[in-house]
């Protein structure tokens, strides 16, 4: 729920302030998914830019969470995607402040 609802606030959102430069974050999902190893994962993979507007690619990066799945069932699952999630999205508001 917190991934669809964070994801939702993005892509509503052309434009953003930070420190009063007009600026339009792009994310492309590269990867959702359960890693196919021995022990599953959530794996989540986005591709960020940021752009002034003008739309010049200010800062770019790919961010990279996974989190073991303890159950693998949908509740289990639905766990680890929230928690792979929400540490990916501290990362990225993080990288965001300080691409300024």
């Given amino acids: 729920m917190r991934c ?31 890693g196919p190893d021995e022990t599953p994962a959530a794996e989540i993979e986005l591709s960020t830019k940021i752009l002034d507007k003008d739309g010049k690619v200010i800062a770019s990066r790919i961010f990279r ?10 509740p289990g699952t639905v766990r680890a995607f929230d928690s792979a999630f929400s540490n990916l999205a501290k990362e990225l508001v993080s990288w965001t402040t300080q691409s300024f």
């Fill in 65 to 74: 969470q996974s989190q073991r799945i303890e159950k693998l069932d949908a």
């Fill in 4 to 34: 669809r609802r964070f994801m939702s606030a993005l892509h509503l959102c052309y434009k953003i302030r930070v420190l009063h430069r007009p600026i339009e974050p792009t994310i492309d999902i590269r990867r959702f998914d359960v």
